[in-house]
Nanobody, 119 residues
Framework: QVQLVESGGGLVQAGGSLRLSCAAS????????MRWYRQAPGKQRELVAT???????DYADSVKGRFTISRDNAKNTVYLQVNSLKPEDTAVYYC?????????????WGQGTQVTVSS
């Protein structure tokens, strides 16, 4: 069983920055691909950023150049540095852990952290 706990959200003015963290329990963090999703009110949850178990990263077009995902396997933590925030970035941000299907492990979600960007 893996538990994911997000932190770092808050209220920030447009153009500001935040650093979101997602701490994972357990000893197998390094085998998971880690992702950040977000869900704005009335909208579907969308994938924001991915960092694979091997360290490769990928981003949604809407956040490229502004958001940076990283992981620290020694601390069982994945981060999302969010810069140049826009009001449309307002959402609940969720951490996700997913391993290779061949390992037969569940997908895990955190409880979310609210990011609110004022104009």
């Amino acid at each position: 069983q893996v538990q994911l706990v997000e932190s770092g959200g808050g209220l920030v003015q447009a153009g500001g920055s935040l650093r979101l963290s997602c701490a994972a329990s357990g000893s197998i963090f390094r085998i998971f691909d880690m992702r950040w999703y977000r869900q704005a009110p009335g909208k579907q949850r969308e994938l924001v950023a991915t960092v694979t178990s091997g360290g490769s990263t990928d981003y949604a077009d809407s956040v490229k150049g502004r958001f940076t995902i990283s992981r620290d396997n020694a601390k069982n933590t994945v981060y999302l540095q969010v810069n140049s925030l826009k009001p449309e970035d307002t959402a609940v941000y969720y951490c996700n852990a997913e391993a290779s299907p061949r390992l037969g492990l569940p997908t895990y979600w955190g409880q979310g952290t609210q990011v609110t960007v004022s104009s």
